[in-house]
Structure formats: C-alpha cells, structure tokens
C-alpha cells in the first residue's frame, strides 16, 4: 500500500514535469517514508484517543520520534511490520505503564530508566545497513542523541515527584526504556544477518 501509494505520486510529479526521470528513486523513497510516517503516528494516536490516553500518546510521540531519528536501531524489513511493532510497542507500554503506575512502582522505571539511559550513550547511534554514518555524523548524532534523552530523563525524574506530571512523566521515561530496547534488537538483527 505504502509503495504503490508513493509510487503514484512520484509518477504524478514525473509527469507533470515536476521532477526529472533521474530523481525518481530519491523521490520514490522520500514519499514512501513519509507515508508510512504519517500512518505509523496516525495510528498510534487512534489507539491513544481509544484508550483516553492521548495526551501521554503525544508526549510519548513527541519523545520518541526525535531521539529514535538519532539512535537508530531496529528496523522493520517492510511498512507493514514496521507498523505492527510500533503499534506492539505502544499498546505494551501503556498496559506495562498503567501496572507500574497504579501500583506505585515507578522506582522500577526509574532504575530501568537509569540503565537505558547509560546504555543509549554507550550504543547509539546504531547504524542502518543501508544508511551508514560517517565519523562526523556519528559523533553529531552521538551528542543529539545524549541532550535529547538527557531532556526527557530530567523531565522524568523532575515530574514523576508531582501528581499533575505523574503519568506523563512514566510514560516520557518509557521513551528511553524502549529507545534502549530497539536499539538491542536492532544489535540482534545485524548480527544474524
């Protein structure tokens, strides 16, 4: 669906003259992530309203996004399993984040917190096979990646001690739990090839 879909509108653009024939690859790719973008986050904010967790969705989102961008990890071979693991994820981390909340372990969370966040900085950025980094980036997105989860650990640390930011601060430290664990996945994969 995703292809097909990117595939049209490149093929618009073409023939309108909008784009030469040579950038159509470039073209082809830049649409197919921008539409499976757009349905991956479409998607996760239905399951948030469905859930009345929408709020916390966005933060989660807003969150994630930026510092996956720059850790890298594990990576999905098509768009439609790309979509069921982060659809997976999400419905995960609000059940496992409702349990730990209701029964007041958020001590779990912080020291699992605590744990990814060392093991981001030693792991990230993981490089895509198909999107190698050069030194220069590597160590440009090594320091974006350290004040992102830097933000979003002291947001967490900071608000899980009010009531009012309680829960939104579970679910920003779960953004760091789940950045480390498809950062190790993404490890697993490139190991087996």
């Known amino acids: 669906m995703v292809e097909s879909f990117a595939n049209k509108v490149t093929s618009f653009l073409i023939c309108n003259k909008t784009i030469n024939d040579e950038e159509y690859d470039l073209y082809l790719y830049a649409f197919e992530t921008l539409i499976a973008f757009i349905v991956n986050i479409s998607a996760i904010l239905f399951i948030g309203y469905v859930l009345n967790r929408l709020s916390e969705t966005i933060l989660f989102l807003v969150c994630y996004c930026p510092i996956r961008q720059f850790t890298g990890g594990y990576h999905a071979d098509n768009y439609k399993k790309c979509l069921i693991v982060f659809i997976s994820i999400y419905i995960t981390n609000i059940y496992l984040v409702n349990i730990l909340s209701y029964k007041k372990l958020d001590f779990i969370i912080i020291i699992l917190m605590f744990l990814s ?77």
Request: with cysteine.
């Open 117 to 193: 966040y060392i093991g981001i900085c030693y792991l990230a950025p993981l490089e895509h096979r198909n999107k190698p980094l050069s030194k220069k980036e590597r160590i440009n997105y090594k320091r974006i990646t350290i004040c992102l989860i830097g933000v979003v650990f002291l947001f967490s640390i900071i608000g899980i001690n009010f009531k009012l930011t309680y829960e939104h601060s579970l679910y920003a430290a779960s953004v760091i739990i789940w950045i480390f664990i498809m950062l190790n996945l993404g490890i697993i994969k490139s190991k087996r090839g």
